[in-house]
């Protein structure tokens, strides 16, 4: 939780008057969001989000970001849309930051999944696997296979304090991952970061995706082992297999996989595991006191990675 | 800026359904408050503040606030006002804590301090004043004159760690005050915590008061120090007599000082620096590394209170 970025009134109303957005009614930091500042924005014609983007974002990058977002917006994925300036520019800047006011999305996030969600989520992420194709922008992920060595040996010198053998087991799996990790594999723009904070509901129904800040283009397989990571594993660590097949199934209705995917999905799970678990890792060992953010626990990750080690094929996934 | 108690969509949509509010739209933590817990709560009827009361709140105290609000609302005076959930009940429970829904209020609050805020300030601190007058419930000032010792004493060892010295110049001021503070001046409902942030403007005029978690029977002319010293010392610390003698003319206008009330007020505003000076500092020594809420710098009072020992009248103030 935090609000990294304060911003007064009176910059505020004249960051607003950019924008045909009427006159500001209210304005409040939200707590939720690690990377970011977000202020919910009242004016008199509706609700908005305005974003400054701090220091761990590249401002390089926020085009992608931001298009992407109105690209799928106008392909009728539902997300937070940009809005342009009365001079066209949707990228701005508010108190020395890249700042973007975009749409308000309403919905709750849920924090029981049920295979409902599961359902939902894997039809929404297809979509937007679909909805990506022609989104003209590229952007390397800078959180892939390629990375996490660097990642790792900056850890791996103190990772006992975290776990005793922690350095042995990751680089392990690490020299695995590397070696298997396929060239060819359909790919696109991912979400790369669709845990269940960033899916919001109105009742049953899914209203909406939000936090496109780790987009980039990737295999459409290991988006997946990310969604599988994030929604079908229990509190207690335990694998859920009716809502990984129920998410996989809505998944594939929309965009069939290939065979080459299905296969390889225990690999890209593993990976997924490996990514959350290398950045948490990071993060918990950097911990600064009095930091805004509580790290979040590295060693659920583990959990996850140890399950999908054991997987033989996608059948334990519950596909064919 | 803190959100202390996280609510989960199941539990927030089971609370809400005990009011007539409609379908729950949104629900997001606000990074502003220190003591509590505060979300907006946005649904089919509009926009709402769901606070859930932390631990430093006394609740035994909340019917005095929640009914001190509602009762200037139904006034006239403009501020959150508690909804009634259809059994009656304004104070309820959620996730273990002591909860209430409010109305919404909009505005901003001042960064930068005019006159005319201060005009508006003084005018709508009176009219708070005066509408207390018939409120039945008492709550005795739980941070003044009585309690500054006890405060004093468990900061006085280590305060020389934030400046030298300090110890000896607070005990010769609490002597001071203790010695002086009167026993009969006009006193009702205060709101004992009128800081900026507290109150809500929109464009030029003042749309609302709110944070009524101070409020407490105590003298009206300390209720109008503590404003002086909230509103009328810019940043660099030096007095401004021109808000100050606005502030304190557009009270006047709304109910007349009495001549003693007047006379004291250099020692009200001695004694209100005094309150903000020992809490900070009690703040400040017993931060705990990693807590959410970073403590404020107790020596902008000392600054303050050193400005008002000089003092000789209220002709200070810019009143006759």
């Not at 960051?15 to 009614?25: I, R």
């Not at 304005?27 to 701090?54: C, M």
């Not at 022609?134 to 006992?160: I, K, M």
């Not at 590397?178 to 269940?196: K, N, Q, R, S, Y």
Request: charged share 20%; hydrophobic share 45%; aromatic share 10%.
């Amino acid at each position: 939780m935090a609000v990294y970025t304060d911003v007064g009134d009176e910059e505020l109303v004249a960051f607003v008057a950019a924008y045909d957005l009427g006159e500001v009614m209210s304005f409040k930091g939200i707590a939720e969001g690690v990377e970011n500042t977000n202020y919910l924005l009242q004016t008199t014609t509706g609700s908005h989000i305005l974003t400054l983007y701090e220091k761990r974002v590249q401002v390089g990058d926020l085009p992608y970001f931001l298009g992407f977002m109105e690209h799928l917006a106008a392909r009728g994925v539902t997300c937070p849309t940009p809005l342009h300036g009365r001079d066209g520019a949707a990228l701005r800047e508010l108190c020395g930051r890249p700042a973007a006011i975009v749409t308000f999305l309403e919905g709750l996030w849920p924090r029981r999944i049920q295979p409902q969600h599961c359902a939902q989520v894997g039809a929404a992420l297809a979509r937007l696997h679909l909805a990506g194709t022609d989104f003209p922008l590229q952007r390397r992920n800078a959180l892939s296979v390629a990375d996490w060595r660097v990642l790792y040996e900056s850890c791996a010198g103190r990772s006992h304090e975290i776990k005793g053998g922690l350095a042995q087991i990751l680089g392990a799996e690490l020299d695995h991952l590397e070696a298997h990790w396929p060239t060819d594999l359909p790919a696109g723009v991912c979400h790369a970061d669709l845990f269940p904070d960033n899916v919001f509901f109105l009742g049953e129904k899914l209203s909406g995706m939000i936090d496109f800040y780790f987009a980039c283009n990737d295999f459409f397989a290991y988006d997946l082992g990310i969604c599988l990571n994030a929604w079908c594993f229990e509190h207690d660590g335990s694998f859920n297999v009716t809502k990984a097949r129920i998410m996989l199934g809505h998944y594939r209705q929309v965009r069939p996989f290939s065979d080459a995917e299905l296969q390889i999905l225990p690999l890209m799970a593993r990976g997924s595991a490996m990514r959350f678990l290398l950045t948490r890792l990071y993060d918990l060992l950097n911990h600064r006191e009095g930091a805004l953010v509580k790290p979040k626990d590295p060693l659920e990750f583990l959990a996850i990675l140890q399950f999908h080690q054991q997987v033989r094929g996608p059948s334990a996934y519950g596909l064919e």
